[in-house]
T-cell receptor, first 113, second 113 residues
Framework: DAGVTQSPTHLIKTRGQQVTLRCSPK?????VSWYQQALGQGPQFIFQ???????QRGNFPDRFSGHQFPNYSSELNVNALLLGDSALYLC????????????FGSGTRLTVV | AQSVTQLGSHVSVSEGALVLLRCNYS??????LFWYVQYPNQGLQLLLK??????LVKGINGFEAEFKKSETSFHLTKPSAHMSDAAEYFC???????????FGKGTTLSVSS
């Protein structure tokens, strides 16, 4: 059973560019959350999608946006990249049947130069 | 607002020794509490969770944690450390199942032979 799949695994972008990260949730999961983990820090919540709508949002600027598709997969978009956006971006999916325990993907390592 | 404090950014133990990783939380409502482990270049794996049932929670790989409301603590323990336990450990809290997880800054566990 495939877990949460994220792509790409690594990415290098230039300051000011835009980036799109992708996430396929675990089979049977309908909710996707995105987290940013800076080096040496704990993950920080960006936003959560359910039924193709943003249900909850963390303290991140509007440069961070997302989308959820009918098949429950999700994208995270970041515009006007800053050096400080360099981090590991984690996707987590969940389903009501599991009491909302999140399954995390391995992440996308974004480096902004 | 919820918050998590992990006491000790680094913990070093010998193989076979007791592992104790400390977590204190702040929550205005009865919380859901989690411990996750992260190995290098990987995502987060759930060790155990507290959801207001038994206060002593048993997880995977021999780990357990005890919820102590009076101390607002949820410390993680393992009776005997293995080399394979060396990793980063994160405590997380959420006020409601399915909402954003708030993570601590993490504790790096080193195990020496």
């Amino acid at each position: 059973d495939a877990g949460v799949t994220q792509s790409p695994t690594h990415l290098i972008k230039t300051r000011g560019q835009q980036v799109t990260l992708r996430c396929s949730p675990k089979s049977g999961h309908d909710t996707v959350s995105w987290y940013q983990q800076a080096l040496g820090q704990g993950p920080q919540f960006i936003f959560q999608y359910y039924e193709e709508e943003e249900r909850q949002r963390g303290n991140f600027p509007d440069r961070f946006s997302g989308h959820q598709f009918p098949n429950y997969s999700s994208e995270l978009n970041v515009n006007a990249l800053l050096l400080g956006d360099s981090a590991l971006y984690l996707c987590a999916s969940s389903s009501p049947g599991q009491g909302r325990s999140y399954t995390f993907g391995s992440g996308t390592r974004l480096t902004v130069v | 607002a919820q918050s998590v404090t992990q006491l000790g950014s680094h913990v070093s133990v010998s193989e076979g020794a007791l592992v104790l990783l400390r977590c204190n939380y702040s929550s205005s409502v009865p919380p859901y509490l989690f411990w996750y482990v992260q190995y290098p270049n990987q995502g987060l794996q759930l060790l155990l969770k507290y959801t207001s049932a038994a206060t002593l929670v048993k997880g995977i790989n021999g780990f357990e944690a005890e919820f102590k409301k009076s101390e607002t603590s949820f410390h993680l323990t393992k009776p005997s450390a293995h080399m394979s336990d060396a990793a980063e450990y994160f405590c997380a809290v959420t006020p409601q199942a399915g909402t954003a997880l708030i993570f601590g800054k993490g504790t790096t566990l080193s195990v020496s032979s």
